[in-house]
């Protein structure tokens, strides 16, 4: 067999027949569901033996005893492992899609109007760092949860979760890794909010720090906790219905992370600053959260595909959260527009602010770069996704939360243009 010059350093080449095939000698040799590797070094000659396996399907999955190996047999054989299903139909993707993304636009028109009942809370309005932390968290814990979906998804559409033995493990090692990337990232946001408040002249004693951490902490932990076995959920319930996942899952979990996160803050907020807990068992508290975080992360390293979402996603989630904070920055500076700040309390563009919406100036602006916006970010999200396949990383844990932190700095920024033109050729937004 002659040296491929493509490869003058190591050639692997496999044979499968079931055929009676000739040799050069002119006899025959007969394969029936074998395999034949050979390999061959630079100069020609054969360094290993030829050899024939006879396994049979089941037996190879058999031998298939960890997850490390699944993967592996997965690229190697994928018609072993890989649904055989005809690709999804543009029809199907679009009664699919269109439905939930509905459904996920509602979701966040109501989940506006919560978040303007949750700045009317005693405990919000007490303590503005509160109010500071929202977009901060809200962004981060969408990141972390659509990062679950997403790796979920591709996880069932693989036929990784054709058992219900995969889809607990699944589910046990992903969760361990959410928890604990909630609460590593909720501190890193805390962090910043005392950053910026100090920039900002607030006084923060440490009883005022420890309540903080606790309502950030808390919420997310909760949060998380609910989102994932929810998102777990619908995974389950769209293989048993044949729906793909990817439709549904990743705008579930914006929008119910949003919501679910506000309701939580809202209530544990209200708690925990009511003070009805001494300075020591808040900071016990605190201690006991940190360190169920730190064991969650190190359940996930034990897992093949969480420590590659651990090791590699981390990075896009902190970046994200760094985007997040050029975001915070420039809704700040909104205040001289009197756009989204006001006497240090965020206000929102509601309902009840119908002068500044129907304005026919903020309608067409805002469309306009609604339009732009989703364009930008479409074009971004092929780019950076074949990028990050060309440098042999994992979109599923990398991708989305640096388009969702793009898109909130991007849409900031333009709304931000809206309001600006409104205010030029009419008159200052009444909120």
Avoid at 26 to 51: F, I, P, Q, W
Avoid at 154 to 170: C, I, W
Wanted: some cysteine; aromatic content about 12%; proline content about 3%.
């Amino acid at each position: 067999m002659p040296v491929d010059q493509r490869d003058p350093d190591f050639v692997f080449s496999q044979t499968y027949s079931s055929e009676t095939m000739s040799t050069t000698d002119g006899g025959s040799s007969t394969r029936h569901a074998s395999t034949e590797e050979s390999v061959y070094s630079n100069d020609g000659e054969e360094k290993g033996s030829t050899l024939t396996l006879e396994v049979s399907t089941l037996k190879l999955q058999n031998m298939l005893n960890n997850e490390k190996q699944e993967v592996f047999a997965a690229a190697m054989i994928p018609e072993l492992y890989f649904k055989k299903d005809k690709p999804e139909s543009y029809k199907s993707f679009f009664m699919n899609a269109s439905l939930i993304m509905l459904l996920a636009s509602g979701g966040l028109f109501f989940a506006g109007i919560f978040l303007r009942v949750v700045t009317q809370n005693p405990a919000f309005q007490s303590y503005p760092e509160l109010l500071k932390v929202i977009p901060l968290l809200l962004g981060l814990k969408g990141s972390i949860e659509m990062t679950y979906a997403s790796r979920l998804s591709t996880m069932a559409n693989t036929n990784r979760l054709n058992t219900f033995r995969k889809l607990v493990n699944a589910t046990f090692f992903n969760l361990a890794l959410i928890l604990g990337q909630a609460i590593s990232v909720s501190l890193c946001a805390g962090g910043f909010i005392f950053g910026i408040c100090t920039a900002l002249g607030i006084n923060l004693t440490p009883l005022r720090i420890a309540l903080f951490l606790l309502s950030i902490l808390t919420t997310a932990t909760i949060a998380s906790f609910v989102l994932a076995l929810i998102i777990t959920l619908i995974v389950y319930l769209s293989m048993k219905f044949s729906i793909n996942p990817d439709n549904i899952c990743a705008p579930f979990a914006a929008v119910a992370g949003d919501t679910v996160a506000l309701l939580i803050l809202n209530y544990i907020g209200t708690f925990v600053y009511s003070q009805t807990l001494g300075s020591t068992g808040i900071w016990s508290l605190i201690g006991i959260i940190l360190a169920f975080g730190i064991g969650c992360l190190c359940v996930a390293w034990k897992n093949l595909n969480t420590r590659e979402a651990l090791y590699h996603g981390s990075f896009s989630i902190i970046l994200s959260m760094i985007i997040g904070l050029e975001n915070s920055f420039i809704m700040i500076q909104l205040v001289f527009i009197g756009a989204f700040v006001q006497m240090g309390e965020i206000a929102l563009i509601s309902v009840t602010s119908a002068k500044a919406i129907t304005h026919p100036i903020f309608i067409a602006s805002y469309i306009f770069f609604a339009i732009t916006q989703i364009l930008i970010l479409f074009y971004i999200c092929m780019g950076l996704t074949r990028f990050l396949f060309y440098m042999n990383i994992d979109p599923d844990n990398n991708s989305i939360p640096l388009l969702t932190a793009l898109g909130d700095l991007i849409g900031t920024i333009f709304l931000a243009i809206c309001l600006w033109l409104y205010k030029t050729v009419h008159s200052p937004v009444s909120i």
